[in-house]
């Protein structure tokens, strides 16, 4: 499986290629996109602040990624998440994943992001 | 709910944009490619021939879509169906979805299309 995880303080774009070829096999190609909401909690908020433990972060995703493959075979996928101020409206992640099928890239990537979330460390803040 | 439905018989590019804005609540953007493979069955291919009953299979899929956004509410979803000859590693559809947290948006998603293999008359077949 091919993986590449980024950490990035600049804006998070739409990828216009991949950074690998696809796969003859590859079926499926899911995507989400972590948007910053104008509501957190009760509160407006103009955006929020991601701050990580960098190196650690990307070990235990690329941990994750690992196990989770075993799980539910894909060929590739890639995580950029963003870090410091990020504006409503703008993206705080962006995951995809190359798979044979559909069925299992929509698994990997939700089982990825709740896991993600659970401990990984980067943490959002009001800023 | 916004709901777009297109077929084509042009490549599926990535979109570049949305053709609706952003709502300030949307936390989600999920997208799914259907690409078509190499193997079909047991061969080797060079592509797929897709054809639909165009009129029918729009009715029926804006029904489906209305029918599931009871269930899983979401803001936007834009579907967009190739027709005629497409080639292997070509786009055969790409679903997009804006919900308000990840949750609905891949379960409306996979639901979709588990939905869409079933009744929709578009019928992919060997050129």
């Known amino acids: 499986m ?3 995880i980024e950490l990035t303080r600049d804006p998070i774009l739409r990828p ?3 950074p690998v070829p696809f ?3 590859t079926g499926a190609l899911v995507e989400f996109f972590g948007i910053v909401r104008e509501t957190e909690g009760n509160d407006k908020i103009a955006g929020l602040q991601y701050e990580a433990y960098a ?3 990307e070990k235990v995703m690329r941990e994750k990624i690992e196990l989770l493959g075993k799980q539910h075979p894909c060929q590739a996928i890639r995580v950029v998440h963003r870090l410091g101020a990020v ?3 703008e993206n705080a992640i962006y995951v995809g994943i190359q798979s044979q099928h559909r069925r299992e890239g929509f698994l990997f990537l939700q089982d990825f992001m709740d896991e993600l979330k659970k401990d990984v460390p980067i943490w959002k803040q009001l800023p």
């Open 23 to 25: 796969d003859p096999e």
């Open 16 to 18: 216009q290629t991949w």
């Open 2 to 4: 091919w993986i590449a």
């Open 55 to 57: 190196t650690m972060a």
């Open 87 to 89: 504006r409503k409206g």
